[in-house]
């Protein structure tokens, strides 16, 4: 068993890859919801544009 001292600086040194894990992961998170609501806009644009579409034909 290591000291006290030995063992806080252990702990320190663990919740600091861990909190970088997790920033890491939130980066990754919050680049695939950007992927996502884009890939959602493409959809939106490409639905508005057939509607647009087809009021013109029927007009």
């Not at 996502?36 to 939106?44: F, H, N, P, Y």
Request: aromatic share 0%; net charge negative.
């Amino acid at each position: 068993m290591g000291t006290n001292a030995e063992q806080v600086a252990a702990s320190s040194e663990e919740l600091t890859a861990r909190a970088e894990q997790t920033g890491q992961a939130m980066e990754h998170v919050a680049s695939i919801t950007e992927k996502l609501a884009e890939g959602a806009q493409t959809q939106v644009n490409s639905i508005e544009a057939s509607v647009t579409l087809v009021q013109k034909m029927d007009a």
